[in-house]
């Protein structure tokens, strides 16, 4: 049974940063790729960012440049380094992997960013 436990959320002032981490009970070698969703009140999840089996990253337009994905294979974690926080960045924000063998689909229990002055 696969788990994803997400941490590191919580409330940052606009123009601040977070660093959410999301820990997988299994190899993370299995996972490509690995990545965060958010979804905010009343709209539907969106992709955040993913990071591949290679270490190739992607990232929604609306955080290229201020958020970063990276990965610790050795401790089967995964980071989204979240900078220069907007209100608009305000959601929960889920933790994916999907793994290559199968293509099924797994989720973290999501955690609240609350971006507020």
């Known amino acids: 049974q696969v788990q994803l436990v997400e941490s590191g959320g919580g409330v940052v002032q606009p123009g601040g940063s977070l660093t959410l981490s999301c820990v997988t009970s299994q190899s993370i070698y299995q996972f490509d790729p690995m990545g965060w969703f958010r979804q905010a009140p009343g709209k539907e999840r969106e992709l955040v960012a993913t990071?591949?089996?290679?270490?190739?990253?992607n990232y929604a337009d609306s955080v290229k440049g201020r958020f970063t994905i990276t990965r610790d294979n050795a401790k089967r974690t995964w980071y989204l380094q979240m900078g220069s926080l907007k209100p608009e960045d305000m959601a929960v924000y889920y933790c994916y992997a999907r793994r290559r063998s199968t293509r099924a689909e797994f989720w973290g229990q999501g955690t609240l960013i609350t971006v507020s002055s």
């Open positions: 990071i591949s089996v290679l270490g190739i990253t």
